[in-house]
């Protein structure tokens, strides 16, 4: 276990006992995802710097992880953090491939994007692109000019003075941008179940642009995402298609077991939406099936890596490793699952909710994948995101991290 975090000139003589011949990685923040990341590259020998504000991320710990170092809190801190990676950047053998772990960090490398290319390579496209998928306006307005399916969307500020007659309740209040949304209210969206209880929601948000939109389905089984790398010509070199069967917190959470599934049809409109906008990298491109006229829904696209990609590397399609490979110059073959089935939890939010929504919780382990979770040892058809036999020091931070109040994993 690492009990410290190399800091200041350590960090520097230790970026010195990097492989000169290879091109390092730079994985931040260092939580599940990040562990994830760490994990698929350090497999295949790649050297991997994993940053983190927080001392306890569990991706710190990693066997993977060449260099484990705090740095400034980017929210915070913005300026100082830029400078460690341009400092760092200066410091290493080859330039560094950047692998930011959840939007916010997307976000500041890309504002500094033309002057971090000077020592990284960047395995995603230039922000413009990447906003035009993360804004919701313009996501839902190129999909509808491409006849790709979406759920009946309205935007307020379009209303003239009156509530469209065919706005359905309950309904959804969405926001255009996540970021600012999810700091000031604390949730990803609102459901309005009254025209009244609309016009108190569109209120309460005035500050924040949304849209609203039809509810397709509340059973998670409807929801699909096409996880996949596109290489800078727009093509999909990557392929994978999961479903989550549970989802912490309840309402509007993040997937806590998912599992491998069909689902061919949107694949053309996933792929489509990507190459509109100019996008290439790493993409989780989420649908919604409407059993009343038989489509499935564009509904969001997340540009970056999430929570549960560990997902699809375990099935044989490593996007961090296809994505780290075109940046550094190497064309590879497309690559899909090798496995017919397979499943990915993250145990500890998996019993909250079997203790929230007892007896009512959808999905679930058998005994002999309960087993193998708690094991930590491969199994042929499930993994775990963080227990591993053959790399247990991230469990063991993450039982620590129970006793330490205060500690988020934001993945």
């Known amino acids: 276990m690492r009990d410290f975090f190399i800091q200041g000139q350590e960090l520097w003589n230790h970026l010195k006992t990097l492989p000169q011949d290879q091109h390092p990685t730079v994985v931040f923040n260092a939580h599940i995802t990040g562990l994830a990341i760490s994990r698929a590259l350090g497999k295949e020998d790649i050297p991997v710097i994993a940053l983190d504000r927080d001392g306890r991320a569990v991706g710190l710990q990693s066997k993977y992880v060449h260099t484990a170092a705090l ?4 929210f915070t801190e913005e300026a100082a953090f830029i400078e460690l990676l341009m400092e760092m950047g200066r410091r290493l053998p080859k330039k560094g491939v950047l692998f930011p772990c959840n939007d916010e960090w997307v976000l500041l490398v890309s504002k500094y994007r033309s002057t971090l290319e000077d020592y990284y390579l960047f395995p995603f496209a230039e922000w413009d692109n990447v906003e035009s998928l993360l804004n919701k306006r313009k996501l839902y307005k190129k999909a509808a000019s491409l006849n790709i399916p979406i759920p009946a969307t309205w935007y307020p500020e379009e209303f003239e003075g009156n509530y469209p007659e065919d706005l359905p309740f309950p309904c959804i209040v969405k926001p255009v941008e996540q970021r600012s949304f999810y700091e000031a209210f604390q949730t990803k969206a ?10 108190r929601i569109l209120h309460s948000v005035t500050e924040h642009e949304v849209v609203i939109q039809d509810i397709i389905s509340n059973s998670l089984s409807d929801f699909y995402s096409l996880c996949t790398y596109t290489d800078i010509h727009g093509e999909i070199k990557g392929q994978f298609i999961g479903r989550k069967l549970e989802q912490y917190p309840l309402n509007f959470g993040t997937g806590c077991l998912v599992e ?10 996933g792929a489509e939406i990507l190459k509109a906008q100019g996008y290439y990298g790493i993409a989780e491109t989420e649908f919604v099936y409407d059993k009343r006229d038989d ?3 564009l509904l ?5 890596v999430w929570k549960w990609i560990g997902l699809p590397i375990f099935s044989g399609v490593n996007l961090p490793l296809l994505a780290y490979k075109e940046a550094i110059g190497f064309k590879e073959e497309p690559q899909y699952p090798a496995l017919s089935y397979s499943k990915w939890v993250y145990f500890d939010d998996y019993l909250k909710v079997k203790q929230e929504r007892p007896g009512t919780y959808h999905g679930h382990l058998s005994d002999e994948e309960l087993a193998a979770v708690l094991s930590g040892e491969t199994s042929p058809q499930i993994i775990e995101a963080v227990n591993s036999s053959e790399d247990p020091a991230p469990s063991v931070q993450q039982v620590k991290n129970k006793f330490n109040q205060g500690y988020v994993c934001p993945c």
Do not use: I, M, Q
């Open 295 to 297: 489509t499935y829904k």
């Open 260 to 269: 491998s599934a069909e689902g061919d049809r949107f694949v053309p409109h």
């Open 300 to 304: 969001d696209v997340n540009t970056r």
């Open 71 to 74: 740095c400034p809190n980017p």
């Open 190 to 199: 609102f459901v309005a179940d009254s025209e009244d209880e609309l016009k």
